[in-house]
């Protein structure tokens, strides 16, 4: 494991890095008084927010449960201070008070480095302390090649999308993966990720959570039309967005026979320089139109529940769309070998079209056509996220807790 891990991560950055490494390793839990008078049989859990507001649903929930086992103490790792206020939010809205969430130490030292990795390396020692660590994103498990005495690593996938990068091949270095459904859970196994033992399905998180929160309904549109929601992914090499966006924004603005959400993957335009942002934030200036790109409501689902018909890609959030049936249509390149391709499985759940003239004709067709699409969105849903009837936040909580007291 080390060995592949030293190839994977250290050709570029190992002299700052193992420097970073030995300089947070003197750090401890201890220091900051982060056992609140608790004895030795305490077992605290650490889950880890390294990689944006984007992923809190997918994690937070859980320490509402965790937090009421006896004998376990929960801690929410954050890099700042607009990410401890999220998770407060967040948790406040399941019914949960006064969580402890710390922010991590900085380091200035290695300034070209990752944001992530300097958080991740210069706070080893905290790591170390746990009893387990929890994590959405897979840049942790370079904490393998920097130590041999790390907690078991615990793994929650943000999304489940069907792109082939959703099993990247670093999820093999985590000690347990907590997956939605049957589908990832089959698939990862079969490209040697995970193993029948350490891999298992709990249900969707953060659909479950969100269907626990209060939920104010946003009035964005002055006049009742269908609503469309237009979800590009921000990958260059996927995303419908550097063809189709403008296309699709410009379209919209003309036909007032829909209302128009364009709420894109908060990463799609988070380096956008200002100029892009305003350009694409001026189409807000038409009454059917809606830009979001990159607020908390466009993570928070609830655009994906406010909207009648999805227009999008690649992106995981169709599957947060679809809590209901409802009316799909994915727009792509022509070229793309769709069928029968497992990374592109979502697309069955509606039309596929490769320009912005056939998805403004598949839009005039959608409702009346949804009945031949039903049944595959309910069993690919099913299969992507678990039984809708399970507690997922208490499936989880309930492995966490069996792993750290084996």
């Not at 189709?244 to 603005?253: D, M, R, T, V």
Request: aromatic share 8%; hydrophobic share 40%.
């Amino acid at each position: 494991m080390r060995n592949s891990l030293e190839t994977l991560y250290s050709s570029v950055w190992k002299p700052s890095i193992s420097l970073l490494a030995a300089f947070g390793s003197k750090m401890t839990l201890s220091s900051e008084s982060a056992y609140k008078n608790m004895s030795m049989d305490v077992k605290n859990i650490g889950l880890l927010l390294v990689g944006g507001h984007h992923h809190i649903l997918h994690l937070v929930p859980i320490a509402l449960e965790l937090h009421v086992i006896n004998n376990l103490h929960v801690i929410i790792f954050v890099r700042d201070e607009s990410e401890k206020i999220l998770c407060e939010d967040a948790l406040h809205k399941l019914g949960m008070e006064n969580p402890d969430i710390r922010i991590g130490r900085k380091n200035k030292i290695c300034k070209h480095m990752s944001p992530k990795l300097t958080f991740l390396l210069f706070n080893l020692n905290i790591w170390k302390n746990l009893d387990a660590l929890i994590t959405v994103e897979r840049t942790s498990t370079i904490l393998r090649y920097f130590s041999n005495n790390l907690p078991p690593l615990i793994h929650i996938p943000h999304g489940v999308g069907d792109r082939a990068r959703s099993y990247d091949k670093r999820i093999r270095h985590f000690d347990t993966v907590l997956v939605a459904g049957q589908k990832d859970k089959t698939r990862m196994i079969e490209l040697g990720l995970v193993n029948e033992e350490n891999c298992k399905v709990t249900g969707y998180i953060k659909s479950h959570a969100v269907k626990n929160m209060p939920h104010n309904v946003p009035n964005l549109f002055k006049e009742k039309r269908p609503i469309v929601i237009y979800s590009p992914h921000f990958c260059k090499d996927l995303s419908s967005w550097k063809i189709f966006g403008q296309g699709l924004l410009k379209e919209f603005s003309c036909n007032l026979d829909y209302n128009f959400i364009f709420a894109p993957h908060v990463r799609l335009f988070a380096n956008a320089g200002n100029a892009l942002r305003a350009q694409i934030q001026s189409y807000s200036e038409f009454e059917n139109i809606h830009v979001d790109l990159g607020s908390q409501a466009s993570t928070d689902m609830t655009y994906t529940r406010l909207a009648d018909i999805y227009l999008g890609d690649v992106s995981s959030q169709v599957y947060e769309f679809l809590d209901v049936p409802k009316p799909c249509i994915f727009v792509g390149r022509e070229n793309i070998q769709w069928r029968d391709n497992p990374d592109y499985a979502h697309w069955n759940y509606g039309v596929v079209c490769n320009s912005v003239a056939d998805v403004m004709s598949a839009l005039k067709k959608a409702s009346d056509e949804h009945h031949l699409y039903i049944d595959r969105q309910v069993s690919g849903c099913l299969s992507a996220k678990g039984d809708p009837n399970w507690d997922p936040i208490k499936k989880a909580a309930k492995i966490v807790h069996s792993l750290v007291t084996a």
